[in-house]
Every structure is written in structure tokens, then in C-alpha cells.
């Protein structure tokens, strides 16, 4: 085997390798859908076992756990936001998740595929460089029970959430909207 073979067929031998190596987009992405398919495991093993009232629990306690278990492995903000928030303290966006999020809301009205609706992009803040990604939470049926219409929400979850979320804004969803986003903030060097 001549020079330029072995240096071609080492070449070859490590784009399999190259191709595995996370780029900021996929890691980021890989977070958000677990946390993703974390929450919806609990969710319904929550409403399968307890109903739609235990489930809120879910939302306020659990999901803030696995964002914040997240956010402290990695050393990014991991977190969930909505323009149409139901604890302000923890879901509000900051400008750059606003504009995400109205882009998503009229990415949906445009019949653009909720599951694949994601935005990123690497920008300069006064702290410093950050890779921003953001994966859009679509409604699911089984959100409606707390996030639906009038009509969709029982009595006893209307109550629980009043008592809970004094400051509510996340109800009147409907299948085919984007309820909010997964957030992911990662420093760059």
C-alpha cells in the first residue's frame, strides 16, 4: 500500500467518528427530547394511576427537578417556558425565547410539523457567548386536561389550579398549537 492509500484509508477509518462527535445542535437537542419524554412518562403514569388533579404535580415539582438535574450536569440552563406562562417565577422567556416563540406560534399556523419545530442559533449577550436552542412543546391530548378549553378542564382541576397558579395564563390550548418550548442555554469559549 503506497503513502496516499493508508493516508486515504485513515481518513475514511475516522469519519465514522467524526460524524458521532456531538455538535452543540445535537446535544442540545438530545437534552431537550429527553426531558421531553422524561415529563411525559410521569405524566401519564401520574394521571394513569391518580388522574388529571395528581398530575399537576408533575408540572410544578418534577419537571423543575429534571431541569434543574439537567442544567447541573451539563452547567447550561436547561429549563420550560411559554408566552402564556402558568408560574411566572419559572416559565417566563427572555426576549431571545419571546421571539422564538412567536416564530413557532406562526410556524404552527402554517401547518409546519410540531415535532420537528425547533430553533438555534449562537449569539453574543453582555455575559458573554451562548449556543441557544429551543424545541417546541406541542399540545398533546393528554394536556388538554389541564391546558384545554373551559369545557376541558374538570372542576376539581380548575380549582386545584387556582389555588396552585393564582397567576395562570396556560389554559384555552388546543390540539395543534405549541404550548411553549424546551430552553437550552450553553456558554461557548
Known sequence: MNFLSAVVTMVLAALPALAAEDTPLQTSRTVAISLMQQLGVELKNEISANGPDAAIKVCRNIAPELASQLSIERGWRVTRV??????????????????????????????EALDKMEFSESV????????????????????????????????????????????????????????GAISVKRPLP
Open 82 to 111: 411559554s408566552l402564556k406562562t402558568r408560574n411566572p417565577l419559572l416559565g417566563t422567556p427572555d426576549a431571545w425565547e419571546q421571539q422564538a416563540l412567536k416564530d413557532f406560534d406562526t410556524r404552527a399556523a402554517s401547518d
Open 124 to 179: 453574543t449577550e453582555p455575559g458573554g457567548r451562548y449556543f441557544r436552542y429551543m424545541k417546541a412543546l406541542p399540545v398533546q391530548p393528554l394536556c388538554l386536561a389541564c391546558h384545554g378549553g373551559e369545557e376541558q378542564i374538570s372542576a376539581s382541576v380548575k380549582a386545584t389550579l387556582a389555588q396552585q397558579y393564582p397567576y395562570d395564563r396556560a389554559t384555552l390550548y388546543a390540539i395543534g398549537q405549541v404550548r
